[in-house]
Nanobody
Framework: QVQLVESGGGLVQAGGSLSLSCVAS????????LGWFRQAPGKEREFVAA????????YFAPSMNTRVTISRDNAKNTVYLQMNSLKPEDTAVYYC????????????????WGQGTQVTVSS
């Protein structure tokens, strides 16, 4: 199966920026749509952004669509999430995920998940 490993999380101040990366192995990277999700303690995992197989189509959660950019480099088997204007409410573990077919914002539709990277935004 596909293995996904996130990196780039850390502590940032409110209003700051952070870039996350996710490297995939064990599958054909360009065959998968990719998504970023986040989960705060005691909360449900929620959608952040997704990108289709060729990188031409992107989909963002309404709460973040002016503050995040998702991109992918199929040659490097890597998907990125650039986050700007971060708020304390963005504090969560951020996960990348992969699925066949169309990209989506639904947790249940993704087949493979990374272990997550912690993002903490201080007020």
């Amino acid at each position: 199966q596909v293995q996904l490993v996130e990196s780039g999380g850390g502590l940032v101040q409110a209003g700051g920026s952070l870039s996350l990366s996710c490297v995939a192995s064990g599958g054909t990277f360009r065959s998968y749509a990719l998504g970023w999700f986040r989960q705060a303690p005691g909360k449900e995992r929620e959608f952040v952004a997704a990108i289709n197989r060729d990188g031409g189509n992107r989909y963002f959660a309404p709460s973040m669509n002016t503050r995040v950019t998702i991109s992918r480099d199929n040659a490097k088997n890597t998907v990125y999430l650039q986050m700007n204007s971060l708020k304390p409410e963005d504090t969560a573990v951020y996960y990348c995920a992969a699925k066949g077919g169309r990209y989506s914002g639904s947790v249940s539709e993704y087949d493979y998940w990374g272990q997550g990277t912690q993002v903490t935004v201080s007020s």
